[in-house]
């Protein structure tokens, strides 16, 4: 079963704050329903060509290959959000959910948008 605690956010914070500082973008990390790592993507150099997005970690190689840094940060921040004991043993076909936790990063918020510097 998937859980996150805010122990575990401490834990993973500064590698995660490490790749927003060296792509120079500001973002808070939250946990949502002690399930899911959440990064929102406030403001920064990157762009990733639309101002409210919820990007599908699954397909960032896909949806952001025009967009090179683009990929590369958001590939270097799912990592991070990863950690190094994050494990991943699921199993669709046979309905079988077990993971560490999920992870979420949105790109500007459903009020307000990112801001491209």
Not at 19 to 33: D, F, G, P, Q
Not at 111 to 116: N, P, R, V
Request: proline content about 3%.
């Amino acid at each position: 079963m998937a859980y996150v605690s805010q122990d575990d956010k401490k834990k993973l914070a500064p590698a995660i704050k490490a790749v927003l500082k060296k792509y120079k973008v500001k973002a808070s990390i939250a946990v949502r329903n002690h399930s899911t790592l959440v990064v929102n993507l406030k403001k920064g150099e990157v762009d990733f060509g639309d101002a409210h997005y919820q990007v599908n970690t699954y397909w960032i190689d896909e949806h952001f290959a025009e967009k090179p840094v683009a990929k590369s940060f958001l590939n270097e921040l799912h990592d991070a959000m990863k950690g190094p004991e994050f494990f991943c043993e699921d199993d669709a076909q046979t309905d079988y959910f077990s993971r560490s936790h999920y992870t979420d990063i949105n790109i500007g918020g459903w009020k307000t948008s990112y801001e491209l510097i």
